[in-house]
């Protein structure tokens, strides 16, 4: 009897001689022949189980560039794919699993005129965080999965301040716990605690410096306090209170998202206390650019009626040059509207050989957000470098915040960043 690595060998000669009208050679029984044929089934199997892996594999990046769950990584060149090798798969229920996550540290040193003080954070532009996916093919057209993704944030920046420097607590929160369906033809229908249709539709960027500076100015160092010159003391009122981009948070809801035509994709949901929203996402290459973009309308519930956000981004892949924007509305029951507007300019290109640059420069304007009459405006100017192969960027900045309120006299906040993002 020969062995299956000796009939292996001899495949390409048996097809050959078929090929050519003679008869399999080495084949010399209907033993040997039924041998030949399962282990070239054998290899045809696990062929397509690869091609499958790959194939969804393939959906996911896809599916990144369109949803924006989160500020989205750079997509000029191919992220490394760290995770693949933590994919399993069961072989009772033949379900593919895939554990990835995130560590994101940062040092943010933050000056309100009146002190200065360094700060040891966690980034909540992209907060630390542990992902398990679990996916399976019960038809061709067809995958269904799970998705658990927790949030583990030690000293969150948004949530120290100068009177509170160690929250001293680890917030271990639920970001993710949602079930899904998605047919080729008809769609994805989505349970559970997640995305509500209106998450990152104020947040589509395609500059490649999210993790340290993007539309939701508030993430970096949202806690920090205005200090008042006409009282001599810390004021009540933090960067958190008075910047907000309105975009949409992640609840207990049931969501739809259609099947993507000519670049578009239709999202709606109902959320938990009778909230709901509906976007529309478009993404698109051609002529040497990339572009993407959504917009959004809301019912956030409580004493507000409606919440609408859009953005869009493009990037020219020859020069490396983008220009994202973000605007934004909310009513705020009763009196004049919050108001966002931001803009950013960026610029990427392979500077090292090591990895990509990304640099940007951008400006924010809110108005009217916690009170009527406040005018809050922004300007950061930043830089990433990746660390192609390894899943580490590095980066820092720099941003400036400024509050004008009416009986009220703040200083200028400056906050200085310097962090790193390790993705596994």
Known sequence: MRS???LGSAIPLVAAATLLGGPP????????LRELIEVQRQQIEEQARQLQLLEERLEDLEARTIEVDEPPPPTVLPQPAVAEEARVR?????????????????????????RTKLYHVDNVNSSSRLRVVGSARPAEAVRVGTNFEFEMRSNAST???????????????DRVVEIFAEHERFGRLIIGQGSTA????????LSGTTVVGYAGVADLAGGLRFFDDATGALSDTTIGSVFNNF???????????????????????????????????????????RAAAAVAYADPGGARDWVAVGSGSLLHEATGLSLTLSAGARDNAGRDNGSNLYAKLG??????????????????????????????????????????GWGIEL??????????????????????????????
Do not use: C
């Not at 949530?159 to 929160?173: A, I, W, Y």
């Not at 820092?396 to 993002?421: N, P, Q, V």
């Open 247 to 289: 975009d949409g948070p992640r609840l207990d809801r049931l969501r739809y998202d259609s099947p993507r035509v000519a670049g578009f994709t239709l999202s709606a949901d109902t959320a938990a206390d009778q909230r709901w929203s509906t976007a529309l996402r478009w993404a698109g290459a051609g002529h040497g650019i």
């Open 198 to 205: 209106y998450d990152g539709a104020a947040n589509v960027d």
């Open 159 to 173: 949530e120290v301040s100068q009177t509170n420097e160690d929250t001293g607590t680890v917030s271990f929160r």
């Open 4 to 6: 299956a690595r000796q």
């Open 90 to 114: 069961s072989g009772d229920t033949g379900v593919s699993l895939a554990i990835s996550g995130q560590i994101n540290r940062m040092l943010t040193v933050g000056s309100d005129g009146d």
């Open 25 to 32: 050679v080495l084949a010399q029984t209907a033993a040997e």
């Open 347 to 388: 610029w990427q290109a392979d500077v090292f050989t090591f990895g990509r640059t990304f640099t940007s420069i951008d400006v924010t304007r809110n108005d009217d957000v916690a009170v009527e009459g406040d005018e809050a405006t922004s300007i950061g100017l930043f830089a990433v470098q990746d660390i192609r």
């Open 395 to 424: 980066y820092g900045g720099y941003r400036w915040h400024e509050l004008d309120r009416k009986g009220a006299d703040f200083d200028d906040i400056h906050t200085f960043s310097l962090g790193s993002r390790v993705r596994f």
